[in-house]
């Protein structure tokens, strides 16, 4: 590409929109397409994706498909909000109305699978390689449930600590890869004390997805869970560990924006980027704004692994392992998402498109594409190595999430805890209301219980 943003010899936009429009011959990691028929069916496969690039570069790679195989139909991306993907989702399910294929957060699968709504896709992990998988992860990361896979690795993406090292190095702190969570704390604080304009640290605690998120890193960091799987998901919010976690986030308060009750996603974002914050806890998305936007920022910003919890020794991350699935009811196109997915996933071409569309915010899953030289053929991985290493690899040790919490199985109650905000309002509880910590696990561990309750048909 020629075109550039800052000193970076690409353009996103302008890259993404050629690549869509145009789709560059793809050919397959394995010498050929899997086989499939002629399709004489026409009209358009709905695809739900998430905001960003990604999901619209693997419809390119399936549009690609559709012209060699399947003319008559398109396949076109329906972008849904972060915070408004259960309710979509439960609305267009309830209307019998699905799409024909979801790229969609675990927790989100997990609830999905154990419904019935996903057609298990064991055959297709066949066909894409079950070996493929970067060292670190497991298909049931994914999306497993009772022995079934339902989920097709779309990328993995934990979100860490972005730390500013200029401001780190000028007021003489220690290195962020010794921290726990007293240094993440005393550096918090420090910054803020010495630079007045600055806050010193930023995370979201508005009732919304992204505060669940990075309220669920702290609370596992700790040790602490929402659900125990090997006890009939018996709800285990109600812990020194959960309090622990909830104090932390107290204490880190005053030293956030004074608008963190409020924020999201987006808000987290435009705190780093804008410069009103020396930390924050994001995924890769914040380095591609600064790149764009604010390259001292971009060039000062390094990412680490989470500050270890001082007991545990835990460094965990939310690491949301994005996925591909099919719904089962209502489907006129099963065979050809099918096909068409398996086109996506065994394209070294696309599957490096797909990395590249947003760096390093969605890492690979597969081996031989982490491993390929042309995925470091890009000007983050050229100019901050070490953050993007850290994380498509060294993040995966510490991952864990709300669908699979420490990794220890499905849960299929996830994705009702996060339509209804429990972790984000147990937060504000405490940051807002003033209540107690003790007390406010105890609130949430009341609304996991009514969920369990509600829903105690999905285990088993």
């Not at 010498?31 to 709905?46: C, L, N």
């Not at 990395?355 to 597969?366: E, F, G, R």
């Not at 890009?378 to 060294?394: E, M, W």
Request: with cysteine; net charge positive.
């Amino acid at each position: 590409m020629t075109k550039k943003f800052g000193n970076f010899p690409l353009d996103r936009r302008t890259f993404l929109g050629g690549m869509a429009a145009a789709g560059a011959s793809a050919g397959s990691l394995f010498g050929t397409t899997p086989s499939f028929g002629q399709s004489k069916k026409t009209g358009t496969v709905r695809v739900w994706g998430e905001p960003g690039p990604y999901g619209g570069v693997g419809v390119a790679a399936m549009n690609e498909w559709a012209q060699k195989n399947a003319p008559g139909l398109k396949f076109e991306i329906e972008t849904i909000p972060w915070d408004g993907v259960y309710v979509k989702l439960m609305t267009d399910l309830a209307a019998k109305r699905p799409p024909s294929l979801i790229s969609v957060e675990s927790p989100i699968a997990t609830q999905m699978m154990a419904e019935g709504l996903l057609l298990p896709v064991d055959d297709m992990v066949d066909k894409i390689g079950r070996n493929r998988l970067v060292d670190g992860v497991k298909w049931d990361y994914w999306g497993n449930w009772k022995g079934k896979q339902y989920v097709i690795p779309a990328h993995h993406q934990p979100h860490l600590l972005l730390v500013r090292m200029d401001i780190i190095k000028e007021l003489g702190l220690k290195d962020p890869e010794t921290w726990d969570w007293n240094d993440l704390l005393h550096a918090a604080k420090t910054i803020s004390e010495k630079k007045p304009n600055m806050a010193g640290f930023c995370m979201a605690l508005g009732r919304n997805l992204c505060t669940d998120y990075h309220f669920a890193a702290l609370l596992h960091s700790a040790g602490g869970r929402m659900f125990d799987p090997a006890n009939k998901y018996q709800v285990v919010f109600d812990s020194p560990q959960t309090v622990e976690a909830l104090n932390f986030v107290r204490e880190l308060r005053p030293y956030m924006p004074k608008g963190a009750v409020e924020y999201s996603f987006l808000q987290v974002v435009d705190a780093h980027v804008t410069g009103q914050t020396a930390m924050s806890f994001y995924w890769g998305r914040t380095l591609g704004r600064a790149a764009e936007e604010a390259k001292p920022i971009f060039e000062a910003t390094e990412a680490f692994n989470h500050a270890r919890h001082p007991k545990t020794g835990r460094r965990n991350n939310w690491n949301d392992f994005q996925g591909w699935c099919i719904p089962a009811q209502n489907n006129p196109f099963i065979d050809e998402v099918k096909a068409a997915l398996l086109y996506q996933q065994t394209s070294k071409e696309w599957l490096i498109k797909y990395c590249h569309s947003l760096m390093p915010n969605v890492a690979p899953t597969y081996k031989d594409i982490a491993d390929a030289p042309e995925l470091k053929d890009h000007p983050f991985y050229k100019s901050k190595p070490k953050t993007v290493d850290t994380y498509f690899r060294t993040s995966l040790a510490n991952s864990s999430s709300t669908a699979n919490e420490m990794l220890q199985g499905a849960n299929p109650l996830a994705g009702y805890v996060h339509g209804r905000s429990v972790l984000a309002q147990t937060v504000q509880k405490v940051v807002i209301d003033n209540m107690k910590p003790e007390d406010a696990a105890k609130w949430g561990a009341r609304e996991l219980e009514a969920i369990r309750k509600e829903n105690v048909r999905l285990l088993g």
